[in-house]
């Protein structure tokens, strides 16, 4: 059993550090100000360094990296910016990694490489105003007309939703059949009848262009049914799996960003003649900090790692993301302690973590979800002892 | 590979490059490195001999002289208008071999950096780097009368002490404005014409141009002469803004700790305290900067320290030279003003 | 096709590591290593070259078994071929002896039309190499190029010198030596990043370069580390008492007295 990174996760870890600290560090602070999605020159840029087929293979333009680099490049990003961290695990985790699961010869050559390049950004919904963890209530519609299918509904809290062009849509066959009557559709921005709604002013992530999403009758090639049509749900269900790893490890990103700003200020203030980091009431926070980032971070490494060997990850996936999310919002709190006054100004960027990490209690399951998902496997392993 | 190391023979004598700035003045730290040379000659009981090649080098004899070299050997020619790699390293080599000095010191300017590890290769000889300190010591090991070279070590958070113990010559660049210039009456020059004809380019590198003056561009930080930096205490962007005119002021450029750059007072290019980044400028002064490990580490090798922040107890205000305890905008805008009314004046 | 050779070195990251209270060394289990920022820059040259007029860019490195990871790094910014130059022999060569034994390994594994050097290594600050290379090779070394242009085997480069700039015509073989403000590295695609890890690194030892043993490590270093101490960070720390004004009046009187300001 070896703990370490290997010869290419530190190197991913070394050029996803230098780009996010040299190309996005600026953006970061004017992305959550202004609620506005990064600049579309460096959406290409981190189209060239491969940032939008992290795990894609190479024919599709991807880097074909192990789910291991895949969480370094995540935390990194999200060190860095909340935001462009989220668009771009969403992107890789929900939207590309279920097309290539399962998706078609097809939908893998008109799909693949647009989005493993970054021509285009995807993204991923279940969600609507009235189903969110009860995902099998959704009430979008797809109805069979010939060779298409006739889309109607309405999405909602789409990341990437502004941005993006390309979206894995959830809707139902037959709202009879609940989970079963689940199909995902690969849905174009471009389709007639496909709008982007309100945009959503958020308390964090804010550089995130989430959304709301309409259909009003989008007719949908056949074809673009990901997966069989009746596996709609399943497909939903281990596209989170992979997404919570991802969302994990935006939550670690954001930790770190903090407990790195309160350790380098508890060693550089001075109250009482000395750093503020020597007393005990501040030196403890940064312990516990740290104690619960390296947890988290072995967790998420865990579940990685099991979905590379292509064990079953999704109890792993569910606690590694529970975990991470708890220790992010707590570092936040704790680092925004740390900086008393100066943390609660917006002068820093300390309550920018602290409005970012919130986020990732909420989506891709809350963490009573998570709990939910976790204890099932725990009846499940003892009802049958 | 053959080196030209003089093996055989008594060395004696320290030289130095008597350096011509910009084809039009002696630079400052040729003028700091004949003092210090002096010195060690003097301890040694040797001779000191400063070397000049240049453009009307007779212009520059009469300065050097007053700094008190036993000996200045000078060249002058229009090819020597400029420091050029195909006929300085040449000309000094063959006097090197000729006379046979102890202890040849350079300023650590970009034409000393150049010549003196060109020389060092052909003599085999070792060249300690960047010097910030020379002295004359015994070593058990190695011997009397040795030229002891300190030297800032990992990132400048070491000294480290160097000697050269077998090969000669003795071998040093060293910092500007680490010694004092002092002028010497005791001392009787000789001054010694050196013949030099230019020698025909061997057609590798060839001027298409004669070389031309340029605006001085921004000056990355790492090469300023003057720094003035600001960090948190400055308090707002409206203060920060003002560092530019002092720095104009002062010949110099802005810098900026970590908070300034998070708070978007200035950019991420003005942040001293990065990966690599290190600068060495004669003055540094620190508004309102307390002085976190990543800055201060970075500028410790500046010549002149000045802190100015409300904290005499501050990491920055313990490496200072001078320390001003006060706001840091109030004493911000007095330099302004005050420098303001000197130029005037 | 030009061939370029780059030297790498692998050196702690100074800026970010921690440091022995007493002697000041570096603590090497806090620093990571890294590939030195200006042989990045050397890099980048090689393969901006690259891009217009097509090379063959060959990495080499000396150092200790684990340099092979800033060789692995040169191979995913696109370097062809890695050549690591190790020996433990090689141990505790001063600026002279790395010299020779780059230049050795240059004449082994050559020859080159270009080789490019980083201006300084941060663990060392020497800046010696380049010059070094260009005495003992016999190869003209450029340095500060501005602007350059290559047409067969010629070189037009723009060149900042003190504060002049000049316009020159250089034949190949040619030394460049790149510093920071020279160009902007490149950021390394994650696709080059996973194959470089199955690069070839070639290896050389003291014996496959040639030379006496007394040219290199420590028996061929000319200089002596007699000593390291912990940079004393303490200055005389006068205070400037008075108000506002007298105190900037104080500061630059002091600034007149070391020569700062002069008029």
Known sequence: MDLSLNGTQLMVRKAVRSFAREALEEWAGVLDRESRPLPSELTAEMGRINLWGIQAPREYGGADLDGISYTVAIEELSRVSAAVGLGVTVHNSVCLAPLLKFGTQDQLNRYAHELASGKKIGGFTVTEPQAGSDAASICTTAVRKGDRYIINGQKAFVTNGGTGDIFLVAATLDPKKKARGIAVFIMEKNMPGFEVGKVEDMMGVRGNMVSELYFNNVSVPAENILGRAEDGFRVCMQALDIGRIGIAAQALGIGMAAYEAAAGYAAERRQFGRPIGEFQGVAFKLAEMKTGLDAARLLIYRAAHLKDKGLPYSVESAMCKRYASSVAMEVCREALQVFGGYGYVKDLPVERYFRDAKITEIYEGTSEVMNIIIGNAIMKEFERM | MKDANITGGEHRDIWVFAEIQDHERVLEGALELITRGRELADALGERLCALIFALNAEEYLPLIERHGPDIIMYASDPALKHYDDRIIPDLFAGLIAEHRPSIVLFPSTEAGSDLAPRLAARFGTGLTAHCTGLSIADHPEYGKNLLLMERPAYGGNAIAAVMCPHARPQMATVRQGVFEKRERTDVKTEIVKLSFSAPGSDGRIESLQAPLRRDRPAVPLEQARVIVAGGRGLGSKKNFDRLYELASLLGGETGATRVPVFNRWCGEERMIGQTGRTVRPRLYIGFGVSGQIQHTASIVESEIIVSINTDPESPLAEMSDYVVTDDAAAVLEALIARLKAEKQS | ?263
Do not use: W
């Open chain 3, 1 to 263: 096709m030009l061939s370029i050779l780059i030297c790498v070195k692998q050196v702690p990251d100074t800026g970010r590591a921690l440091f022995d209270l007493k002697t000041g060394a570096i603590d090497r289990a806090s620093a990571e290593n890294i590939v030195n920022p200006d042989d990045l820059h050397a890099l980048e040259t090689a393969l901006s070259i690259r891009d217009t007029v097509g090379a063959r860019i060959t990495a080499l490195s000396m150092g200790p078994p684990g340099a092979r990871e800033a060789l692995y790094e040169a191979a995913a910014y696109g370097a062809d071929r890695c050549v690591l130059l190790c020996d433990p022999r090689f141990a505790g060569s001063d600026s002279l002896a790395t010299s020779r034994a780059l230049a050795a390994a240059i004449i082994k594994t050559g020859p080159f039309d270009l080789i490019i050097t980083g201006r300084e290594a941060i663990d060392g600050s020497t800046g010696h190499v380049g010059y070094q290379l260009s005495e003992i090779l016999k190869i003209p070394l450029v340095t500060r190029i501005h602007a350059y242009n290559i047409e067969g085997r010629y070189i037009t480069i723009e060149r900042l010198y003190g504060h002049e700039y000049q316009k020159i015509r250089a034949s190949l073989p040619l030394i460049l030596s790149v510093g920071r403000e020279d160009n902007r590295v490149r950021f390394l695609r994650l696709a080059d990043i996973a194959v470089s890890s199955n690069t070839a690194i070639e290896e050389l030892s003291m014996d496959d370069i040639g030379g006496r043993e007394d040219e290199y490590g420590i028996t061929g270093s000319p200089t002596v580390v007699v000593d390291t101490r912990k940079f004393n960070h303490t200055r005389s720390r006068e205070s400037i008492e008075g108000g506002a004004t007298e105190k900037a009046r104080a500061i630059v009187q002091r600034l007149k007295k070391h020569g700062i300001l002069q008029y």
